[in-house]
C-alpha cells in the first residue's frame, strides 16, 4: 500500500483531560498503537482530532514509521561440480549455500537464476555473455530457515560449446518471506570460470610382434590431445594382470 497511507491500527480509544483554563495545557498519552502484522515497512499518518467535546476541534497528524521484523538471509558461499567448467558441459551443479543473519525464522526462500527469457532458450535466440544456462527449472525452493541455519539449494546449468573462455558472472535473484508473509529480496552475481582442459585419447594401437606367452612384445601407441588445453606429464599405466 502507498506510505502515505495509514497502517492499520488497532481501534482508537479517545481520551479526556480535566477542564483547561485558558493557556493552560494538558498531557494526554497513548501508550502504544498496535500495527497490523501484515502492514509493510515505511511511514504512515497517524490521524486524530483535539477539541472540545461540544465545540470546533482540529485534526492532526504525525508520522508513524512501521519496520517490520526482517529474517537477514545472506549467500555465503557458491561451490561448482565439477570444479573445471568446459564449454559443453552439461548437468553441471552449482550449490549456494544461505544462512540466515536475522533474529528471525525466513519461509518461502526462492533461489534463481535471473536470466531473460531468450537467454535461456536454445539456438540462435541465445543472448550474448549468457553461456551459462539453467537444466531445467531455474528455480530452487528451501521452506524455512532457522536464526543462524544455514541451508543449501542446487541449481543445475549447462554451458555452451560455443562459450569464450573467461569468468562470466552468473545472476542470481533470492527471494524470502517473515512470519507475516512480508516479501523480501536481494540479487546477487557469482563468478564462474570457463576454462578448457586436455581430453586424451588413443588413436592407434600396435604391437611387435604379436604378443606369444614366454616372449616380450612391444606395444606403441599414438595419443591424441582433442581438448584445448596442454596435458602434462602423460602417464600411460598397464591395467591388464597379464602384463608386467
Do not use: W
Not at 36 to 56: A, C, H, L, M
Not at 196 to 216: E, F, M, R, Y
Amino acid at each position: 500500500r502507498p506510505k502515505s497511507s495509514r497502517p492499520n491500527t488497532r481501534h482508537a480509544v479517545s481520551r479526556r483531560t480535566s477542564p483547561m483554563t485558558p493557556q493552560g495545557t494538558a498531557l494526554i498519552n497513548y501508550e502504544y498503537v498496535k500495527v497490523d502484522p501484515n502492514t509493510p515497512s515505511g511511514e504512515y499518518q497517524f490521524e486524530f482530532k483535539v477539541g472540545p467535546r461540544t465545540g470546533i476541534g482540529r485534526n492532526y497528524a504525525i508520522k508513524l514509521k512501521v519496520t517490520q521484523k526482517k529474517p537477514d538471509i545472506e549467500l555465503i558461499g557458491a561451490e561448482f561440480e565439477p570444479k573445471v567448467l568446459n564449454p559443453g558441459l552439461e548437468g553441471g551443479k552449482a550449490r549456494l549455500r544461505f544462512k540466515n543473519l536475522g533474529k528471525t525464522a525466513a519461509y518461502d526462500i526462492k533461489a534463481m537464476m535471473d536470466l531473460p527469457a531468450e537467454a535461456v532458450a536454445s539456438g540462435e535466440a541465445m543472448v550474448d555473455n549468457y553461456h551459462i544456462k539453467p537444466v531445467g527449472s531455474p528455480l530452487q525452493y528451501i521452506d524455512r530457515i532457522a536464526p543462524g541455519e544455514e541451508r543449501t539449494a542446487e541449481i543445475e546449468f549447462s554451458v555452451d560449446r560455443d562459450a569464450e573462455l573467461k569468468t562470466y558472472l552468473i545472476p542470481l535473484k533470492i527471494e524470502y518471506k517473515n512470519e507475516n508473509n512480508a516479501e523480501f529480496s536481494f540479487e546477487r552475481r557469482i563468478g564462474a570460470e570457463v576454462m578448457d582442459s586436455p581430453d586424451l585419447d588413443v588413436v592407434l594401437v600396435a604391437v611387435d610382434p604379436l604378443a606369444v606367452v614366454g616372449k616380450a612384445s612391444k606395444i606403441s601407441m599414438d595419443i591424441f590431445n582433442a581438448g584445448g588445453a596442454t596435458a602434462k606429464y602423460v602417464v600411460a599405466e598397464p591395467r591388464s594382470e597379464a602384463a608386467e
